[in-house]
């Protein structure tokens, strides 16, 4: 089975994913497939109250496994809110397991990557739990007041930068400037 990327309308992701299984039983009893939606749980801060949310990582995108794209495309592309599956040229294209790999590896069993928890030794980040432990390399950038870790996603010939949750738990070692 090989991976898509269908384009949806923004906010209707889980909806779609929803109508999808329900018709089930009559548009795809013949079709394997899985549907994928990850998510984020991410610390938001809003009127001096932090608290931690979920949200999507790829708004308006559902992730897509079959093995038979064109027969699922054609049993989809008339219902509402679904743009299209994304193409190249005139092949729909497909994302490269190697690409899928870090997500499937990030999310839990609800397509949902939680929040990890590190540590800052000598000025380095040493991720000791959580979806990010084995990612070190990917992350770009940790902005500590807001607990988010900016991580690398690659999908075919792009790069995403996206924000996902990290504590941290305490700082050792010295530091650019001194001891901490």
């Not at 109250?49 to 049993?75: A, C, M, S, W």
């Not at 397509?111 to 390399?137: M, R």
């Amino acid at each position: 089975m090989s991976w898509y990327v269908m384009s949806t309308q923004t906010g209707y992701e889980d909806d779609i994913c929803t109508r999808i299984k329900k018709a089930n039983d009559i548009l795809f009893s013949d079709m394997s497939y899985n549907l994928l939606l990850p998510k984020r749980k991410i610390y938001e801060r809003r009127q001096g109250v932090t608290r931690q949310v979920i949200r999507k990582i790829f708004p308006g995108y559902i992730l897509l496994e079959t093995n038979n794209i064109i027969d699922f495309y054609y049993r989809v592309k008339n219902l509402p809110r679904i743009n299209n599956i994304l193409r190249t040229d005139d092949c729909f294209h497909e994302v490269k397991y190697e690409d899928m790999r870090q997500i499937l590896r990030m999310i839990d069993k609800d397509g949902l990557i939680g929040i990890s928890e590190a540590f800052i030794i000598n000025d380095e980040i040493q991720v000791i739990n959580g979806p990010l432990l084995g990612y070190t390399g990917f992350i770009k950038k940790i902005d500590k007041r807001k607990g988010r870790a900016k991580v690398l996603f690659k999908m075919g010939h792009n790069e995403h930068l996206i924000d996902l949750g990290i504590e941290i738990l305490q700082k050792y070692g010295k530091s650019k400037h001194g001891n901490i």
